[in-house]
């Protein structure tokens, strides 16, 4: 059965660090190094959005509000995807969420649990 853990999330306060993790298991994710990893947020209320994003090449993606804050990384040994979170902002605040998504198969498409992080002022 694929699973993705998500953890490192929590309460922080407005400018410090966060760094996420996710770790994937399962028989149809044997062949991670393929899959693009990304990480999802939703706040309340809101849809949810596009944090960043790693392909099996490496390339990464990151969503405007938070280039220059926040990296994403991978270690293909360890199964893990990270997401680095610097100077968080309160608007931060919300459930973020790991996806594994084969390029080419759609229906290779997993989700994490979801992880909490929340940045006061």
């Known amino acids: 059965q694929e699973q993705l853990v998500e953890s490192g999330g929590g309460l922080v306060q407005s400018g410090g660090s966060l760094r996420l993790a996710c770790t994937v298991s399962?028989?149809?994710?044997?062949?991670?190094?393929?899959?693009?990893m990304s990480w999802y947020r939703q706040a309340p209320g809101k849809q949810r959005e596009l944090v960043a994003g790693?392909?099996?090449?490496?390339?990464?993606n990151y969503a405007d509000s938070v280039k220059g804050r926040f990296t994403i990384s991978r270690d293909f040994a360890k199964s893990t995807a990270y997401l680095q979170m610097n100077s968080l902002k309160p608007e931060d605040t919300a459930v973020y969420y790991c996806?594994?998504?084969?390029?080419?198969?759609?229906?290779?498409?997993?989700w994490g649990q979801g992880t909490q992080v929340t940045v006061s002022a």
């Open positions: 996806n594994a998504r084969h390029p080419i198969y759609p229906t290779a498409d997993f």
């Open positions: 790693i392909t099996s090449g490496s390339t990464t």
């Open positions: 399962g028989s149809r994710l044997v062949l991670l190094s393929s899959y693009t």
